[in-house]
C-alpha cells in the first residue's frame, strides 16, 4: 500500500478473475492504483501534481493534499478504531510514513482535506459555485449508471456504480434492514453521485436538489455499524431538505 512500484507491478503481474467488462469487482487499493498509474503514463507526471494543476489550483482548494505535507502533520487527526481489527488499522494508516504518501483517490489512505475543503470540492464538481472545470455533459457521463444493483463481486453487496461514482436511488434486491450499499441514504435520488471512504466518511452531491453533504469523521465503527451509521447520516441531511 505504500510502495507505488510494488502496487504496480503487482497489478500488472495479476490474473483476471473476470473477463474486463462484464461484472463490477471494485477493491478500494487496487482502483486507485490502476487509474493513477494510467494519469501518470498519460501525463508524464505523478498524480498529485496533476490533481493540484488541472483541479485543486484552478479551484482555489488549498486544503486538499494526496499525502500530507511535512508542515501540517500537527493538524492531522489520528483514526480511532474499535476492537483488535481496529489495532491493527490503527497502527497502519496513522503510521508518519503512511500519512505522507501519496494515494489517488479512491486508494486508501483517504486523502487529506478539511471539511470545509471537500464540500467545495464537490460543489465545484457538481457545477456549483465558484470556477468551473467539468462541463455539465462531463458529469453526466460521470454520473451514469454502469451497475445498476448488481451484486459486486468483490465487496459482495448491490450497488449502484458509475464510472468511479457510487450512485443514490433505490437499490433493486435490498434487503430492507441491511442499508449498507444505501451510504447516501434511502431517502436519496437516483441523481446523487459520490463515494464513501471505509464506511466512515462520505461525500456526494445532489444536482437535483442542488444539495452537496460532506461528513468527515476520524471514528472507525466497528462492523456493520459503518454503514447503517452513513446511512443514518445522510438521511437525516435529506429529511432536513425539501425533495
Given at each position: 500500500m505504500t510502495s507505488w512500484p510494488r502496487s504496480?507491478?503487482?497489478?500488472?503481474?495479476?490474473?483476471?478473475?473476470?473477463?474486463?467488462?462484464?461484472?463490477?469487482?471494485?477493491?478500494?487499493?487496487?482502483?486507485?492504483?490502476?487509474?493513477?498509474?494510467?494519469?501518470?503514463r498519460v501525463t508524464g507526471t505523478p498524480v498529485p501534481e496533476v490533481l493540484g494543476a488541472e483541479f485543486l489550483r484552478p479551484l482555489a482548494l488549498h486544503d486538499i493534499h494526496l499525502g500530507l505535507p511535512a508542515g501540517l502533520r500537527g493538524r492531522a487527526v489520528?483514526?480511532?478504531?474499535?476492537?483488535?481489527?481496529?489495532?491493527?488499522?490503527?497502527?497502519?494508516?496513522?503510521?508518519?510514513?503512511?500519512?505522507r504518501r501519496s494515494f489517488p483517490r479512491p486508494?486508501?489512505?483517504?486523502?487529506?482535506?478539511t471539511?470545509?475543503?471537500?464540500?467545495?470540492?464537490?460543489?465545484?464538481?457538481?457545477?456549483?459555485?465558484?470556477?468551473?472545470?467539468?462541463?455539465?455533459?462531463?458529469i453526466r457521463a460521470a454520473a451514469r449508471p454502469s451497475s445498476d444493483g448488481e451484486i459486486d463481486r468483490f465487496l459482495g453487496r448491490r450497488i449502484r456504480w458509475s464510472q468511479g461514482f457510487q450512485l443514490g436511488g433505490p437499490h433493486p434486491g435490498l434487503?430492507?434492514?441491511r442499508p449498507h450499499s444505501h451510504p447516501m441514504g434511502e431517502r436519496s435520488s437516483p441523481e446523487t453521485f459520490g463515494h464513501n471512504g471505509s464506511?466512515?466518511?462520505?461525500?456526494?452531491a445532489d444536482p437535483g436538489r442542488q444539495l452537496v453533504m460532506a461528513y468527515l469523521t476520524s471514528l472507525l465503527p466497528a462492523g456493520r455499524e459503518r454503514a447503517r451509521h452513513q446511512s443514518q447520516v445522510s438521511d437525516a441531511v435529506l429529511a432536513a431538505v425539501p425533495a
Amino acid at each position: 500500500m505504500t510502495s507505488w512500484p510494488r502496487s504496480v507491478r503487482r497489478l500488472e503481474q495479476a490474473r483476471l478473475r473476470h473477463p474486463p467488462g462484464l461484472v463490477p469487482a471494485y477493491h478500494y487499493l487496487s482502483y486507485g492504483f490502476i487509474l493513477g498509474e494510467l494519469v501518470r503514463r498519460v501525463t508524464g507526471t505523478p498524480v498529485p501534481e496533476v490533481l493540484g494543476a488541472e483541479f485543486l489550483r484552478p479551484l482555489a482548494l488549498h486544503d486538499i493534499h494526496l499525502g500530507l505535507p511535512a508542515g501540517l502533520r500537527g493538524r492531522a487527526v489520528p483514526l480511532q478504531a474499535p476492537g483488535p481489527a481496529g489495532r491493527l488499522t490503527r497502527a497502519v494508516v496513522n503510521r508518519p510514513g503512511t500519512r505522507r504518501r501519496s494515494f489517488p483517490r479512491p486508494a486508501s489512505p483517504l486523502p487529506r482535506t478539511t471539511w470545509p475543503g471537500s464540500t467545495r470540492f464537490c460543489s465545484r464538481v457538481a457545477g456549483g459555485d465558484g470556477p468551473r472545470i467539468l462541463q455539465p455533459e462531463t458529469i453526466r457521463a460521470a454520473a451514469r449508471p454502469s451497475s445498476d444493483g448488481e451484486i459486486d463481486r468483490f465487496l459482495g453487496r448491490r450497488i449502484r456504480w458509475s464510472q468511479g461514482f457510487q450512485l443514490g436511488g433505490p437499490h433493486p434486491g435490498l434487503v430492507p434492514d441491511r442499508p449498507h450499499s444505501h451510504p447516501m441514504g434511502e431517502r436519496s435520488s437516483p441523481e446523487t453521485f459520490g463515494h464513501n471512504g471505509s464506511h466512515a466518511c462520505l461525500a456526494w452531491a445532489d444536482p437535483g436538489r442542488q444539495l452537496v453533504m460532506a461528513y468527515l469523521t476520524s471514528l472507525l465503527p466497528a462492523g456493520r455499524e459503518r454503514a447503517r451509521h452513513q446511512s443514518q447520516v445522510s438521511d437525516a441531511v435529506l429529511a432536513a431538505v425539501p425533495a
